[in-house]
């Protein structure tokens, strides 16, 4: 092996970690709504009071929206570098239930968690 053919190695494992990312975040994003949840516009929903009930009594658009869940998720996920990172990070949100972004915990919904979970298996 030489250095050319390790580099192409390196970057090919670099780029199969970003997709792994991608992935991850696309499925957030195209997890069903939560029930009671209703998305009328990409940044807007409706929301019953038994959906509010039910999601830990948080009022957040961002727990309710996957639009929303899907950036925390790609946030947190960005400074990984390996896939050993990758499911960690995965593993922390879904033990968790939350992902802390700049010191700032933000929860996650039953959808997102189900998602992720699935890149566990």
Do not use: W
């Amino acid at each position: 092996m030489n250095i050319a053919e390790l580099c192409n190695m390196e970057q090919q494992v670099k780029d199969a970690v970003d997709e792994l990312k991608r992935s991850c975040v696309a499925a957030v994003a195209k997890a069903p709504a939560l029930l009671g949840v209703t998305q009328l516009l990409p940044s807007c929903c409706t929301v019953n009071l038994s959906a509010v009930r039910s999601g830990s009594l948080t009022f957040s658009p961002e727990y309710f929206l996957q639009s929303s869940q899907a950036e925390l998720v790609r946030q947190r996920l960005a400074a990984a570098a390996y896939s050993s990172q990758i499911v960690e990070r995965i593993s922390e949100m879904c033990q968790d239930g939350r992902v802390r972004i700049n010191g700032v915990n933000h929860p996650l919904n039953a959808s997102t968690i189900a998602a992720l979970r699935a890149f566990l298996a």
